[in-house]
C-alpha cells in the first residue's frame, strides 16, 4: 500500500472537493487515459485503473469518510478495516454506473448500442452545399442584372443511376453487418465486459458491397462536374451578400435531396457613386461665383442626369437630399435617397489681371457679407478685448 499514490492527488482536486468537482476530475481523467484512445499502452491502462479506484472511493461518502482517516488501510479489505469491496462483478463492487453514462456514450455508444442508435446508413443524405462567386458593377447591383455562373459540384452517376454498380449489377447485403451497417463488439474493462457498437469495416458502415464498381464513378455513385448556371442577381444586392439558390448544390445520397449553392457578390467601385445602404451618396464641385451667387447645375442620379437649383450663398460642404434617387431595397418595396454634397473648388493659376480683380472685388465686401467671420471676430473682441 505503501506504494499508492494519494487518491486526491490521483484525480487532480483537494481534499475539500465537493462530489461534483470529484465527478468532473474522474471523467477528464477516464476519458485521458481510456484504453481505446491508447491501444496497447500499459502506463495509460495502469492510470485508467487507478482513477477508477481513486473515484470509487471518493465518491462513496462513507469509504472517503475511511479513507480521509485511516488513508489506504481504511478502504482495503486485506487490512481488515470494513474493506472498500472491489471484488464484485467486473472487479468493482458496488460501483455506481449511472454517474459515468455519458463517458460511455463517447466510446462505445452507449451499453450495448441501446443509447445510442446509430442512423440507418441507407437513409437519404442531403448533399453538400456549393459555394461560387461572381463580380458585378456598381450599376448592375443597383438594377439587377442576369449573370452566368461556373462552380464544381456532385452530381449523379448517369452511367449507374448512383448505385455505384456497373450496368446489370446492384449492391449486395453486407455478410458482416447482414445490411445495418454496425457490428458488436466486446471489450473487456476495468469496469467488466462491455458490448459497443461501431461502424462495420467490411463495408464501410454502408451496409452493402459493391461487387462489380461502376467504372465512370469508381463505385461512388456520384461523378464532379464543372456546372455553368444562369443567376438572376436581383436589385439591390450590395457588396459580400450571399445568393442561395436551393438545389443547384451536391446531388444527394440514396436519393437524398440535393444541397444549395451559395453564391457570393462583389461589386465594383463606381467612380462617381458611393452606397450606404441604400442610400446613395455623391460630391458635385461647384464654382465660387456658383456658390455666392446660386446656380442651376446638373446632378448625375442612377437613374440619369437632373437639374438642381443651387441657392445663393450656399456654404462648402452643404448636403440636400434627392428622396427616392437611391438603390430599390432588397426584396422589398421603396428605394433609398440620394445625397448630393457640394464641394468649393478654389481656383489655380489665376493671371495677373484676374488676380487685380479679384482684390478689388474682395475689397469691396465688407464684414456683413460673412456671417461666420463676423461672428468669429465677434467673439474674439468678448475673449480678448480690443
Not at 448517369?158 to 458482416?176: D, H, Q, R, V
Request: with cysteine.
Amino acid at each position: 500500500m505503501a506504494d499508492k499514490r494519494d487518491y486526491y492527488e490521483v484525480l487532480g482536486v483537494s481534499k475539500n472537493a465537493t462530489e461534483d468537482e470529484i465527478k468532473k476530475a474522474y471523467r477528464q481523467k477516464a476519458k485521458q487515459y481510456h484504453p481505446d484512445l491508447h491501444p496497447n499502452d500499459k502506463d495509460a491502462e495502469a492510470k485508467f485503473k487507478e482513477a477508477g479506484e481513486a473515484y470509487e472511493v471518493l465518491s462513496d461518502s462513507q469509504k472517503r469518510a475511511r479513507y480521509d482517516q485511516f488513508g489506504h488501510a481504511g478502504v482495503d479489505p486485506s487490512a481488515g478495516a470494513g474493506g472498500a469491496g472491489y471484488g464484485g462483478a467486473g472487479g468493482f463492487g458496488g460501483f455506481d454506473f449511472g454517474d459515468l453514462g455519458d463517458i460511455f456514450e463517447d466510446f462505445f455508444g452507449g451499453f450495448g448500442g441501446a443509447r445510442n442508435q446509430r442512423t440507418n446508413p441507407n437513409a437519404p443524405r442531403r448533399g453538400n452545399d456549393q459555394r461560387a462567386a461572381v463580380t458585378i458593377d456598381f450599376m448592375e447591383s443597383c438594377k439587377g442584372v442576369q449573370k452566368e455562373v461556373s462552380y464544381s459540384g456532385m452530381d449523379t452517376c448517369e452511367e449507374c443511376g448512383g448505385n455505384g454498380c456497373a450496368k446489370g449489377s446492384s449492391p449486395a447485403t453486407c455478410g458482416e453487418c447482414g445490411g445495418t451497417g454496425q457490428v458488436r463488439v466486446q471489450q473487456r474493462t476495468p469496469f467488466g465486459v462491455m458490448t459497443s457498437t461501431r461502424p462495420c469495416s467490411r463495408c464501410g458502415g454502408t451496409g452493402k458491397i459493391i461487387k462489380n464498381p461502376c467504372s465512370k464513378c469508381s463505385g461512388s455513385g456520384r461523378v464532379r462536374k464543372t456546372r455553368k448556371l444562369m443567376v438572376d442577381i436581383p436589385a439591390g444586392i450590395d457588396d459580400g451578400q450571399t445568393i442561395a439558390i436551393r438545389g443547384k448544390g451536391d446531388a444527394g445520397l440514396n436519393g437524398g435531396p440535393a444541397g444549395d449553392l451559395n453564391i457570393t457578390v462583389t461589386v465594383r467601385p463606381d467612380p462617381i457613386f458611393k452606397r450606404r445602404g441604400y442610400d446613395i451618396w455623391v460630391e458635385i464641385p461647384i464654382t465660387y461665383a456658383q456658390a455666392v451667387l446660386g446656380d442651376e447645375i446638373t446632378v448625375p442620379t442612377i437613374d440619369g442626369k437632373v437639374k438642381y437649383n443651387l441657392g445663393e450663398g450656399t456654404q462648402p460642404n452643404t448636403v440636400f437630399r434627392l428622396r427616392g434617387k437611391g438603390v430599390q431595397q432588397l426584396n422589398a418595396r421603396g428605394r433609398g435617397d440620394q445625397y448630393v454634397e457640394v464641394v468649393l473648388e478654389v481656383p489655380k493659376n489665376l493671371t495677373k489681371q484676374e488676380k487685380e480683380a479679384l482684390r478689388k472685388f474682395d475689397s469691396e465686401l465688407n464684414e456683413k457679407h460673412y456671417e461666420k467671420r463676423k461672428s468669429f471676430f465677434d467673439k474674439l473682441k468678448d475673449a480678448f478685448g480690443g
